[in-house]
């Protein structure tokens, strides 16, 4: 375990959000001191942390005991020293996480204070959830900020693809509440995880998600409150997913629920013999001052229809959102994990998980994607995991001398 922070500059590959949540999560895990710096430094915005980077951040400081440096809106560089770890962690034992919040015993809250994506808050804080919680009963984690927002997992997504896949792969319950309490001038709203941790010593098994069968059907959801809007995008799916040859195709939602009055979130949603989830989605926001280009959404929604038949046609078994969600978890199942998508190599996001998992964990990835996890178990730390060692060393030794 090493005792200066593990150093990984924010600009590496996809130099997004995407480095600083896996790292957290896994420096949270590990118990391993990380110094992220030049943050986001590949963003047009000027980098640095946003409120939904912040807020996630401050939580699993709260979690775990950590000392940290430079937890600030627009902070550049960020060193995180969870309790009992490498790096001179914040004090305390390390052997377990803080869940003593406002709901009670292994219950707690995240509130981004923006419209942030709550969907990626809760990725930073999943693998925690899961590996680092063991102990009786589910968690109940709210997550209150933005739930259907540009660049970032969707509620439906979140529903329709990630759980789903979430579950194949072999994690334990989880399941989320519809949005709720949404405030339509602000579109924040806010969603109950209920997330089932590994039991202390449980690993997760290796899994492979390489054969995809045949399309089953194809759901499509539209969400505008614009009547005419969805009637539009939802004709022109229909038209171009029948062109493209996609049989059994169910419309799921036409209304948009709670969505902004301003937006149009389109999702398509492929499942397969084999229960492969992969999508595709657009989003895109509309003017309140003028009539919607009816045309320009038709365009929206056939290159939609485009976008999911490209994934399917190039091999993938997941989206390439998908991939890059499932990297963590490949890398501390205990085993050999593979995972198909359409990508030679994986996007940039996928590309730079693995990056932080090898630094992280130690883990390799071969060409093909494939990693022989770290076979992390529930409630350890490196710190634990040395201890193992070193008594099994000891019993070896024992019965060598006998």
Same mark, same amino acid.
């Given at each position: 375990?090493?005792?200066?922070?593990?150093?990984?500059?924010?600009?590496?590959?996809?130099?997004?959000?995407?480095?600083?949540?896996?790292?957290?999560?896994?420096?949270?895990?590990?118990?391993?001191a990380?110094?992220?710096?030049s943050?986001?430094g590949?963003?047009?915005?000027?980098?640095?942390?946003?409120?939904?980077?912040?807020?996630?951040?401050?939580?699993?400081?709260?979690?775990?005991g950590?000392?940290?440096?430079?937890?600030?809106?627009k902070?550049?560089?960020?060193?995180?020293?969870?309790?009992?770890?490498?790096?001179?962690?914040?004090?305390?034992?390390?052997?377990?996480?803080?869940?003593?919040?406002?709901?009670?015993?292994?219950?707690?809250?995240?509130?981004?204070?923006?419209?942030?994506?709550?969907?990626?808050v809760?990725?930073?804080?999943?693998?925690?959830?899961?590996?680092g919680?063991?102990?009786?009963?589910?968690?109940s984690?709210?997550?209150?900020?933005?739930? %259907? %927002?540009?660049?970032?997992?969707?509620? =439906?997504?979140a529903?329709? #693809?990630?759980?789903?896949?979430?579950?194949r792969?072999?994690?334990p319950?989880?399941?989320?509440?519809p949005p709720?309490?949404?405030?339509?001038a %602000?579109g924040?709203a806010e969603?109950?995880?209920?997330?089932?941790?590994?039991? =202390?010593?449980?690993?997760?098994?290796?899994?492979?998600?390489?054969s995809?069968?045949?399309?089953?059907? #194809?759901?499509?959801?539209?969400?505008?409150?614009?009547?005419d #809007?969805?009637?539009?995008?939802?004709?022109?799916?229909?038209?171009?997913l029948?062109?493209l040859?996609?049989?059994?195709?169910q419309?799921?939602?036409?209304?948009?629920?709670?969505?902004?009055?301003?937006?149009?979130?389109?999702?398509?949603?492929?499942? %397969?013999?084999?229960?492969?989830t992969?999508a595709?989605?657009?989003?895109?926001?509309?003017?309140?001052?003028?009539?919607?280009?009816?045309?320009?959404l038709?365009?929206?929604?056939?290159?939609?229809?485009?976008?999911?038949?490209?994934?399917?046609d190039?091999?993938?078994?997941?989206?390439?959102?998908?991939?890059?969600?499932?990297?963590?978890?490949?890398?501390?199942?205990?085993?050999?994990?593979?995972?198909?998508?359409a990508?030679?190599?994986?996007?940039?996001?996928?590309?730079?998980?693995?990056? #932080?998992?090898?630094?992280?964990?130690?883990?390799?990835w071969?060409?093909?994607?494939?990693? =022989?996890?770290?076979?992390?178990?529930?409630?350890e730390?490196w710190?634990s995991r040395?201890?193992?060692w070193?008594?099994l060393?000891? =019993?070896?030794?024992?019965?060598e001398?006998?």
């Amino acid at each position: 375990m090493p005792k200066r922070p593990v150093h990984l500059p924010g600009t590496t590959l996809e130099g997004g959000g995407q480095l600083l949540r896996n790292a957290l999560a896994l420096s949270s895990l590990t118990r391993t001191a990380v110094h992220i710096s030049s943050i986001r430094g590949n963003r047009r915005d000027g980098g640095g942390l946003k409120a939904q980077h912040l807020s996630g951040l401050l939580w699993l400081a709260q979690a775990t005991g950590a000392a940290v440096e430079g937890a600030a809106r627009k902070s550049k560089a960020v060193i995180f020293r969870p309790a009992g770890g490498g790096g001179g962690g914040g004090g305390g034992s390390g052997s377990g996480l803080n869940l003593e919040m406002e709901l009670g015993a292994r219950a707690g809250r995240i509130d981004i204070g923006s419209a942030g994506s709550v969907f990626l808050v809760f990725q930073a804080v999943l693998p925690v959830l899961v590996f680092g919680c063991p102990g009786q009963g589910p968690i109940s984690l709210t997550v209150s900020g933005g739930t %259907t %927002t540009s660049h970032a997992p969707s509620y =439906e997504y979140a529903r329709q #693809v990630l759980l789903p896949t979430l579950a194949r792969i072999g994690l334990p319950p989880i399941t989320l509440s519809p949005p709720a309490k949404h405030n339509p001038a %602000t579109g924040l709203a806010e969603v109950t995880f209920t997330v089932t941790p590994l039991a =202390e010593g449980a690993t997760l098994p290796a899994f492979d998600i390489a054969s995809r069968g045949e399309v089953e059907r #194809v759901d499509v959801t539209v969400e505008a409150r614009s009547p005419d #809007v969805r009637g539009a995008v939802m004709e022109t799916l229909y038209q171009d997913l029948q062109t493209l040859g996609f049989p059994d195709i169910q419309a799921l939602d036409r209304r948009g629920g709670d969505g902004d009055e301003n937006t149009l979130h389109i999702l398509l949603t492929l499942h %397969t013999t084999t229960s492969c989830t992969l999508a595709a989605s657009a989003f895109q926001t509309l003017s309140s001052k003028r009539p919607p280009n009816i045309s320009a959404l038709r365009h929206l929604a056939s290159a939609t229809a485009k976008a999911l038949w490209r994934e399917w046609d190039r091999g993938a078994c997941v989206d390439r959102h998908m991939q890059d969600q499932l990297v963590v978890f490949q890398a501390l199942a205990a085993g050999r994990c593979s995972v198909v998508a359409a990508e030679e190599g994986g996007s940039l996001h996928t590309q730079t998980a693995r990056w #932080v998992a090898a630094r992280m964990l130690g883990v390799e990835w071969d060409g093909r994607g494939e990693c =022989e996890g770290a076979g992390w178990r529930g409630g350890e730390t490196w710190a634990s995991r040395k201890d193992n060692w070193d008594a099994l060393a000891d =019993e070896v030794e024992e019965l060598e001398i006998s």
